[in-house]
């Protein structure tokens, strides 16, 4: 792997031809840094590059990160979000991408409220259907959506999936695209707006911008290997 320097350039450049050869405009897609395990200075790296969404999966580890980081930067929340971290994850993160209860978007709703902000959230759905992952059962949706509709602290913008574990990036393709179809469906059922599509890392983010992802998620393609293997479990 190359410097952060390179590294970033090197996944703008497969955004950008990815954007191209689905016919979409570059823009269309924003990448986020996954700088999970990686140090302040890693994220400052990159952020002296122009790159400014920023992604951790664990609230205690962004906890300690993100003062040390420069202060203009967008923060998103992407693993799963215990009840009693929720206050922290309010104040701290920008967007939380992991919402995978009604009772924790109720949660989130109080502490924004109480921080006094709103809250731009995704909906976690397991398209899968893998029970080792976390996310809503897709049946679950619309009712989550309709409760959504009710609070004033958080708004859901999107859904948000991790496909399983592949290879071939192939293998990730019909998961992406069964989110997006039950997200148009979603959207036309409740009126809600989903326009963000969360999906797509380092491995598989030409085949996710091919199925529509507004919001690509890329850690080690950024930043190299991770350094702790225990932050992989993805409990925030
Ligand atoms: C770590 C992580 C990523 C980034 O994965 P890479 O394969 O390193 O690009 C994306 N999304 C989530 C939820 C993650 O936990």
């Known amino acids: 792997m190359g410097s952060i320097a390179e590294n970033l350039a090197a996944i703008q450049a497969r955004i950008v031809s990815a954007c191209t050869q689905a016919g979409r405009a570059p823009e269309s897609v924003r990448l986020l840094a996954v700088s999970k395990t ?16 920023f992604a951790e999966n664990r609230v205690q580890e962004a906890a300690a990160k993100i003062p040390e980081c420069p202060g203009a930067l967008q923060w ?30 109720e949660t989130l709703d109080r502490h924004a409220a109480e921080a006094g902000r709103t809250l731009p959230v995704l909906l976690q759905v397991n398209v899968s259907g893998e029970r080792s992952k976390s996310g809503l059962a897709p049946d679950a949706v619309p009712a989550v959506l309709r409760i959504a509709d009710g609070l004033r602290n958080v708004e859901v913008r999107g859904l948000m999936t991790i496909p399983p574990l ?7 393709r019909p998961f992406f695209r069964q989110l997006r179809e039950w997200r148009d469906e979603w959207a036309a059922g409740t009126g809600a707006d989903l326009a963000e599509l969360s999906m797509g890392m ?8 091919e199925e529509g992802a507004t919001i690509v998620r890329v850690g080690t393609g950024i ?14």
């Open 166 to 172: 592949a290879e071939d990036p192939e293998r990730s």
């Open 202 to 209: 380092t491995h598989d983010l030409e085949v996710a911008i």
């Open 38 to 53: 990686h140090g302040p200075e890693a994220v400052r790296a990159a952020a002296d590059c122009g790159q400014l969404l």
């Open 223 to 236: 930043f190299g290997a991770r350094i702790r293997a225990a932050a992989e479990a993805g409990e925030a």
């Open 76 to 105: 998103h929340l992407v693993g799963h979000l215990q009840s009693n971290k929720a206050a922290l994850a309010a104040r701290l993160f920008d967007w939380v991408h992991s919402v995978d209860s009604a009772r924790l978007l």
